[in-house]
């Protein structure tokens, strides 16, 4: 007869060893010490709960299990991950369902109160979960006091027999029931025969439930507290879209086209950029760049961020150019009535000839044949319909038409005070003979220093060790490759791949936006030219442009986001820059 069969305390271990009831309970604590280590390390939330489960399974031995979160709002019990050893060897879907299973739980939630508000203490789980109470029950058709007709719906529908029950609560820090644990069928350990769960596998339950309930709340805090930021990170760009629609519209695309190309080195196996790898954490990081990447702008004044023409600052000012066209339109109309009233006549008295040079075209006392007035009317509607043209703003304006601007800037006319002045303002021509765009120099340095201040408010945050990044990332979209970019003026080894990813997302995503008030959004083959010229010039990352081109990342983007008469058929043959061997 055998040491076991002598003492029924010994018991024997997984590879039949004879263990003493001490040593028995002394290697399971050693395994809820390393379970209690696996639930701190464990990250993803439907991972941890099934850990949870599988590990109260495991301490104590048990066939089946459930494990229910607490609805507070709603005031239930929902199941969350169900695993059953006997059902799964049958390979029924009640086996294993929620968590990674992927097979939904479609059974019902455990309402913790009924229809008048009385607390549900017929249920095991509903008692334990109301009470904070742990529930050890050795055979649920014999016990008494508690509705068990769920369980025996059950077992007649699967062929199950579920028999002794172990129910423990899951506390948070602020002892609120936050779960429960429910263990069905404790199997002997040496014969496998279904036995009451023991004292001392309720005590290390309870024991892994205080561990687990602790593991499930800092969980919950860091996914509260990834929300809050990422919450706060919206209502940053929501005020500047609040502000600027059109900035708005950028933050959300330039992260959608960072990730895209993002990707697309990550699955890239060939050329310099092979070795680049990004894991979930990188993934994160650079997402929250992107997302942050102009939250400078939010102190950028409107009239510069949205400024849509030349003159635009609060108004557009081309209206008042406009009515001073009309007051030259309406001078060169009393000449022209007066020159009638006075027969055509000079003050000398002699007859006024159409060819006699007269200096002071705009002033009302020049006399003005009606050849003469209607050609000067023509001129006047000619310059007004220039300086409209001017006004919008383009790639290029040349040299002869900001000399033309400055021409029209000395026509004279007469003030709100009857004096005579310029045409147009210092500040006007200035802005009329913008050479490209419609910002000024001073406005384009305001522009600019959106990034300054990006850099400085997010460098100015105890950024976490996984986003430590973020602010070299949103920072560096304006560099450029041959060092000659902005704020820092960082080279292409100064910078990392994941910044200068963003900057060719941030140039794409300008080029092909419909919703700036100053610009069409350009075709894919108007954007893909000027970023092969930009890659040309220094301006871009040749090896990604060449990705960007090769995975067809403009095309992917192009369906998101662009309007169907952008999308044209791109000729990569004739798009400078373009490496016919990256596709």
């Known amino acids: 007869m055998g040491i076991a069969a002598l003492n029924p305390s010994y018991r024997l271990t997984t590879n039949n060893c004879l263990m003493h009831p001490s040593d028995n309970l002394l290697h399971r604590l050693k395994e809820l010490n390393e379970i209690g280590i696996a639930l701190s390390q464990q990250r993803d939330l439907n991972s941890l709960l099934e850990t949870i489960l599988i590990a109260a399974k495991r301490i104590t031995n048990a066939?089946?299990?459930?494990?229910?979160?607490?609805?507070?709002?709603?005031?239930?019990?929902?199941?969350?991950i169900l695993r059953n050893d006997t059902l799964a060897r049958q390979k029924s879907p009640m086996g294993a369902m929620g968590g990674t299973s992927g097979v939904p739980i479609t059974l019902y939630p455990i309402q913790l109160y009924d229809d008048a508000g009385n607390p549900n203490h017929a249920m095991v789980v509903s008692h334990s979960a109301l009470s904070g109470e742990t529930v050890n029950i050795p055979d649920a058709y014999a016990a008494e006091g508690y509705d068990f007709s769920g369980t025996k719906k059950f077992d007649a529908k699967t062929g199950y027999r579920s028999k002794s029950f172990l129910t423990v609560p899951m506390r948070n820090h602020e002892d609120e029931v936050i779960g429960v644990l429910q263990l069905i069928n404790a199997q002997d350990r040496e014969s496998g025969a279904i036995?009451?769960?023991?004292?001392?596998?309720?005590?290390?339950?309870?024991?892994?439930?205080?561990?687990?309930a602790i593991a499930l709340t800092n969980r919950h805090l860091i996914e509260q507290l990834e929300e809050l930021f990422?919450?706060?990170?919206?209502?940053?760009?929501?005020?500047?879209?609040?502000?600027?629609?059109?900035?708005?519209?950028?933050?959300?695309?330039?992260?959608?086209?960072?990730?895209?190309?993002?990707?697309?080195?990550?699955?890239?196996?060939?050329?310099?950029?092979?070795?680049?790898?990004?894991?979930?954490?990188?993934?994160?990081?650079?997402?929250?760049?992107?997302?942050?990447?102009?939250?400078?702008?939010?102190?950028?004044?409107?009239?510069?961020?949205?400024?849509?023409?030349?003159?635009?600052?609060?108004?557009?000012?081309?209206?008042?150019?406009?009515?001073?066209f009309e007051v030259l339109k309406r001078d060169a109309e009393i000449r022209r009535l007066k020159t009638e009233a006075r027969g055509l006549k000079t003050e000398g008295g002699e007859k006024y000839s159409a060819a006699q040079p007269h200096n002071n075209l705009s002033s009302v006392f020049c006399p003005l044949s009606s050849d003469e007035y209607e050609a000067r009317i023509r001129q006047l509607d000619a310059?007004?319909?220039?300086?409209?043209?001017?006004?919008?703003?383009?790639?290029?304006?040349?040299?002869?038409?900001?000399?033309?601007?400055?021409?029209?800037?000395?026509?004279?006319?007469?003030?709100?005070?009857?004096?005579?002045?310029?045409?147009?303002?210092?500040?006007?021509?200035?802005?009329?003979?913008?050479?490209?765009?419609?910002?000024?120099?001073a406005e384009r340095e305001i522009i600019n220093h959106h990034i300054d201040l990006t850099i400085k408010m997010l460098e100015s945050l105890p950024w976490p060790r996984h986003l430590k990044n973020v602010a070299e990332y949103a920072?560096?979209?304006?560099?450029?490759?041959?060092?000659?970019?902005?704020?820092?003026?960082?080279?292409?080894?100064?910078?990392?791949?994941?910044?200068?990813?963003?900057?060719?997302?941030?140039?794409?995503?300008?080029?092909?936006?419909?919703?700036?008030?100053?610009?069409?959004?350009?075709?894919?083959?108007?954007?893909?030219?000027?970023?092969?010229?930009?890659?040309?010039?220094?301006?871009?990352?040749?090896?990604?442009?060449?990705?960007?081109i090769s995975e067809?990342?403009?095309?992917?983007?192009a369906r998101q986001f662009l309007t169907p008469e952008q999308i044209d058929e791109v000729d990569l043959s004739k798009i400078p820059g373009v490496n016919p061997d990256a596709y």
């Not at 036995?195 to 687990?212: H, M």
Request: charged share 30%.
């Open 63 to 80: 066939d089946a299990g459930t494990l229910y979160l607490h609805e507070s709002e709603q005031k239930m019990l929902r199941f969350e």
């Open 195 to 212: 036995v009451p769960f023991s004292t001392d596998d309720q005590q290390l339950l309870e024991s892994l439930a205080s561990q687990a």
């Open 230 to 324: 990422e919450a706060f990170i919206q209502l940053i760009n929501t005020a500047i879209d609040d502000k600027s629609p059109y900035t708005g519209g950028h933050c959300a695309r330039v992260p959608a086209l960072t990730m895209m190309l993002a990707e697309a080195v990550n699955r890239n196996t060939r050329g310099p950029l092979k070795d680049f790898v990004m894991t979930d954490k990188d993934r994160r990081e650079l997402r929250i760049a992107g997302l942050l990447h102009d939250c400078g702008k939010i102190t950028t004044p409107v009239h510069v961020v949205d400024k849509a023409t030349k003159l635009e600052t609060l108004f557009d000012r081309i209206h008042l150019v406009d009515t001073r």
């Open 383 to 441: 310059d007004r319909e220039f300086l409209r043209h001017c006004n919008v703003g383009g790639e290029s304006m040349s040299a002869e038409a900001q000399e033309r601007v400055r021409q029209i800037a000395v026509y004279q006319w007469h003030d709100a005070d009857g004096k005579a002045a310029n045409f147009l303002s210092d500040d006007e021509i200035e802005n009329l003979t913008i050479r490209s765009g419609t910002l000024t120099a």
């Open 475 to 548: 920072g560096g979209h304006h560099e450029r490759m041959d060092g000659k970019g902005y704020p820092r003026g960082l080279t292409r080894e100064q910078m990392s791949v994941q910044a200068r990813v963003m900057g060719i997302a941030d140039i794409f995503e300008a080029l092909t936006a419909k919703d700036r008030p100053y610009k069409k959004g350009k075709t894919l083959t108007e954007s893909l030219t000027i970023l092969g010229k930009l890659k040309l010039g220094g301006h871009i990352d040749p090896d990604l442009f060449d990705i960007f």
């Open 552 to 557: 067809k990342i403009y095309l992917d983007y």
